[in-house]
């Protein structure tokens, strides 16, 4: 097997537990967080997405992020896109602050 069929069927594993999780979530229930220094899950599969894209792309294949030229920051109401809008590092005030994304485009 090439380490690329590897790394592909790692990130399709992932995927499909990540979606067979959300499945059936209202929006409330994807924003939702125990308490102001925990994440919702809406702001980690957001999370989860943009590191995607920024190690596949950036990293790996040298490329400009989805997330800056694909207007997927717009679309997630985190407009200007920025490189390094990630959620790395996010102190509890911008967790508090964090507004969930639409569930649709959310999970595109």
């Known amino acids: 097997m090439q380490l690329k069929h590897f790394v592909q069927g790692c990130f399709e594993q992932h995927y499909n537990a990540m979606m067979r999780t959300v499945d059936g979530l209202s929006p409330a229930e994807m924003a939702w967080t125990p308490n ?28 400009a992020q989805v997330w800056e030229g694909g207007g997927w920051a717009e ?34």
């Open 36 to 63: 102001d220094q925990c994440s919702s899950i809406a702001f980690l599969v957001w999370h989860y997405g943009r590191t995607l894209d920024r190690w596949l792309h950036t990293r790996i294949k040298g490329d």
């Open 75 to 108: 679309r997630l109401g985190r407009a200007p896109a920025v490189e390094s809008d990630t959620g790395y590092g996010f102190t509890p005030d911008q967790l508090k602050t964090f507004k969930a994304p639409s569930t649709g485009p959310l999970l595109e």
